[in-house]
């Protein structure tokens, strides 16, 4: 088909007129600005005039007069404008009443009318560099699965645990915490394996930091693992847990853990005094550049079911609660966030997570240092399970509940959706 090129001296403008093929195509409206050059060399420098080509059968002559720029502002600054196309909003269902609008000076809703705005104004954001991942780790090749926590295994110190660490890496998320499971003939009353330099937390922290020497390795300290008798501490005659001794078992561990090339040492423990005591022992070692993650406000709670079959180390006889805190009890943490800050913590933690918030979010305005929170076993389990049988949606809930613990003032969050989660927010980020 070919299309007719009319010039006009007169207007000094080109008309394009483009057949239309059949069927007839939407119009579309071209801008099509005339070239000076076109026209007569002998004429002064004309202004450049617009034309209107309407891309159809008919001829862009029959759309009307065009202006030019100067025309256009001319007419704006007259107050000439086109008229505006009528406004109407849609009408309710058939039913809904007639009434006058509330008079409101604030509707909060309006902050809320479209995804762009509720993107802008979020106060809270996640991200896979909030989440630290735990790992569970065992002697063995293979990777065994562990019944009360699906998804999650005991992974093979050698090759389960690097093809987690990979896949994690893959959608951001590079900070690991380690919780070994200890084979039964190495516990004992006292828990020498714990500062074992050749054992396997040691081991593994070389093997990592040798694949990945960027990644954040955590570790735990606590002698529950390692321990005959289950119990965080070295156990008296009497059951009562000792705590000086204790510390002293703990120190020796935080600084085989900080040789190996643990970046952040984690006493779980809940003895007195631990912290300085740490802080004073990696020093002397001269591993400053060791942090203390502290697990300031540890509670002795029930959601830690799951994690005790992971690395079978429920307490032998009695419970824990003499050294950790009492689910009543707010103000107390106060005391314990204070004295770990002033024995030299760097990170601050609240366990469990989301049954604590308001935990977290006293710790958060009473403290400058950052503030971590475990969202623990049976947080995980109990939203797994529900998942699974439908009773809810477990990919929201799960996000939910880690923006609950975001929004309370965590910093970091150690939770065993970290990978899971990570990956959804990668997602969302490269849509």
Known sequence: MA???????????VTVAIPTPTPTPTPRLVLV???????????????????LVRANNASASASGPT????????????????????HSKPPGPKGTPLIEPLDLTRRPRRNRKSPTLR???QETTLSPANFVLPLFIHEGEEDAPIGAMPGCFRLGWRHGLIDE????????????????????????????EAYNDNGLVPRTIRLLKDKFPDIVIYTDVALDPYSSDGHDGIVREDGVI??????????????????AGADVVSPSDMMDGRVGALRAALDAEGFHDVSIMSYTAKYASAFYGPFREALDSNPRFGDKKTYQMNPANYREALIEAQADEAEGADILLVKPGLPYTDVIRLLRDNSALPIAAYQVSGEYSMIKAAGVLKMIDEER????????????GADIILSYFARQAAGILCGAMSN
Do not use: W
Not at 168 to 188: E, M, Q, T
Not at 242 to 259: F, I, W
């Open 119 to 121: 993107s802008a104004f």
């Open 33 to 51: 600005r005339a070239n000076n050059a076109s026209a007569s060399a002998t004429a002064a420098t004309p202004t450049p005039r617009l034309v």
């Open 397 to 408: 809930v799960m996000m939910e509940s880690l923006m609950c613990i975001r929004r309370a």
């Open 3 to 13: 299309s007719s090129i009319f010039f006009s001296p007169a207007a000094n403008a």
């Open 242 to 259: 000792m705590n000086d001794e204790t510390v002293h078992q703990l120190c020796k561990q935080a600084v085989s853990q900080a040789r």
């Open 67 to 86: 202006l030019t720029l100067e025309e256009c502002e001319a007419a704006a600054v007259a107050g000439n404008f086109p008229a505006p196309p009528p």
């Open 165 to 192: 660490v990979y896949k994690a890496r893959d959608v951001g998320v590079n900070s690991f915490v380690l919780f070994p499971k200890i084979p039964d003939a190495l516990k004992s009353p006292t828990g020498d």
